[in-house]
């Protein structure tokens, strides 16, 4: 017996199933006596402070400037957040509702917020937001931890859904496997199972009649849970992770070489990046440097905006640990579409049309010379690039260098030193590409977007499953445009690189290599897999491949072209 789940960190998987029990759903909604309302409330801060405690015991064990850390550091922050304390607190006297309703009402009303908004990252936060309630009312319940302590078998582990506290709490070395009935790609729980290198699958609804203790055999290639599976069923999957372990070893040898055609044609691959703990994976992989840091990353939980000096030494970190390797900064890319708690975001019918990205801080320049006096006093200590998103017309660079002279001039006044900086626009609309020509005298580079050039060109919702099927990255009008991007870049001598996802695609990283693409940016897990799909073949079979997927004009012969190419 099988059951279907989303493949979010490949590998596989057998073990004992260990479920992880969540609270009972059965609440009790009536109305608590006055007299009981104090004791109720006291309640509900003892579960607060004694899951505080749980959680600041784990940070105690981990990394200060890992994922783990800084998504438990957020649920605490969450939780020891003054109006939501107060507005449990209402909730229990006002509406004589028990603590564990209290919570789940409240954290409910919060979690809608969060799903309301536009923006995937904000959405699974939404999801770390629900496991954290279901956390405390079991802490009221005067549970907090899984007791998984006694684990000495390889354990798969089946529940609901995990928060980044519990994930990093578990005994990582018994844990062979993650099954979990919610989540999405980019979970937290997912980014971090792949960090960890654990086969995990999401959104599989497994059977409730699994045991404790029950054999499993996770396929997270293909994306099955096998519930007691039959001798040939492991036969079959035992060879099968065989050949993927020994897939994954042979990539180790491309860790220390530079990424090049079989003909030893030069290609920069660099990494996407959006905190500094993956900084630190980057020689695990052998990348050329930063291709995207993703600042906006930095304000996801923090509560005011952070200072030019905090920015500052952020980025000075991130340089020293690239080691002289080039840093490229994307400007704070928010808006209406990403809501945050630093900032007060107007609401916006649409918000993908809407101020976003370098609209947003043009509109509040204050905003933006913050950042920019902390980059521009950051290229004194590494090879940095710094590059704007959602860039559409030169009137908009204007402005933004205007800008940038007007830091200069106040660090000369403040007697603080500046270094030089390589500018570049992120590539992200048909106007981007139509106008590019007007803008290219004023930047040193340009980066592609593939995921925001997709939704703009199709109108399409980049966040909705039912469209991205239909309007893929990989299509005759995308590549039409990366080529008419490419084109005007090269005339003027500029370089071009690509960092949305159709660049971690190893089957069409070489076809974008072949038209002419100078460098690609991609996850820290895609790097070793693109290295091998880019030696296999010389610069000139890729230029004709690249040529041939220029003239296909349907989406499905594009994509049955790509897949036959090797």
């Not at 004694?50 to 994922?67: C, F, W």
Request: charged share 20%; proline share 5%; net charge negative.
């Amino acid at each position: 017996m099988s059951t279907p789940g989303i493949v979010v960190s490949s590998g596989i998987a057998f073990g004992q199933a260990r479920i992880l029990k969540q609270h009972d759903n059965d609440l009790d909604y009536r109305l608590l006596p006055i007299d009981e309302i104090p004791s109720e409330q006291a309640k509900l801060k003892d579960a607060i402070h004694q899951l505080v405690q749980h959680l600041n015991a784990g940070l105690d064990k981990l990394d200060p400037d890992s994922e783990h850390y800084l998504l438990i550091e957020a649920d605490i922050m969450f939780l020891e957040d003054e109006e939501l304390i107060k507005q449990l607190l209402n909730t229990i006297e006002v509406q004589q509702f028990a603590a564990c309703v209290a919570v789940e009402r409240v954290f409910a009303q919060q979690v809608n917020l969060l799903k309301a908004m536009e923006d995937p990252y904000l959405a699974n936060r939404a999801q770390d937001v629900h496991c954290l309630s279901n956390r405390l009312i079991c802490a009221i319940h005067g549970s907090i931890s899984h007791d998984l302590e006694n684990l000495t078998q390889p354990t798969i582990l089946l529940a609901n859904d995990l928060t980044p506290a519990e994930f990093a709490l578990l005994p990582l070395e018994n844990i062979a496997g993650i099954v979990l009935k919610t989540g999405g790609l980019t979970s937290h729980t997912a980014i971090l199972a792949r960090s960890a290198g654990i086969p995990a699958l999401l959104s599989c609804d497994f059977d409730n009649a699994i045991q404790n203790n029950q054999a499993l055999a996770l396929d997270a290639l293909s994306g099955k849970l096998h519930i007691n599976p039959r001798e040939s069923e492991l036969k079959a999957l035992k060879k099968l992770k065989a050949d993927d372990l020994a897939h994954k070893q042979k990539l180790q040898k491309f860790k220390k070489l530079p990424c090049e055609t079989l003909d030893n044609h030069p290609i920069q691959l660099m990494a996407n990046v959006g905190s500094l703990s993956d900084f630190t994976h980057l020689s695990e992989v052998g990348a050329d440097g930063v291709g995207l840091f993703r600042t906006e990353f930095m304000l996801m939980n923090v509560s005011t905006m952070p200072t030019e000096d905090v920015q500052y030494g952020l980025y000075c970190d991130a340089a020293q640990l690239l080691n002289g390797k080039t840093l490229t900064i994307r400007t704070l890319d928010i808006g209406a579409d990403k809501e945050l708690p630093c900032l007060a975001l107007p609401c916006e019918d649409n918000p993908a049309l809407g101020v976003r990205g370098t609209r947003y801080f043009l509109q509040h320049p204050h905003l933006l010379k913050t950042q920019l006096k902390a980059v521009l006093r950051a290229a004194n200590h590494g090879n940095i690039r710094l590059m704007f998103p959602m860039i559409n017309q030169v009137e908009e660079l204007d402005q933004l260098f205007n800008l940038i002279n007007e830091c200069q001039q106040e660090l000369d006044n403040e007697e603080r030193g500046f270094g030089e900086l390589s500018y570049g626009i992120v590539v992200e609309t048909p106007a981007a590409v139509m106008n590019l020509a007007s803008m290219l005298p004023r930047l040193q580079f340009v980066s592609i977007g593939t995921n925001d050039l997709t939704q703009y060109a199709m109108a399409a919702d980049r966040t909705n499953p039912s469209l991205t099927k239909l309007f893929p990255s990989l299509s005759p009008a995308i590549l039409t445009l990366i080529k008419m991007t490419l084109d005007v870049s090269k005339k003027h001598n500029i370089p071009v690189s690509v960092c949305g996802e159709l660049a971690s695609n190893p089957n069409v990283a070489p076809i974008l290599i072949g038209m002419g693409i100078d460098e690609l940016s991609v996850n820290v897990n895609s790097l070793l897999e693109l290295k091998s799909a880019l030696s296999k073949q010389d610069l000139s079979t890729y230029q004709r491949w690249g040529v041939e997927a220029l003239k296909l004009q349907r989406i499905e012969a594009l994509n049955h072209y790509v897949s036959h190419c090797s």
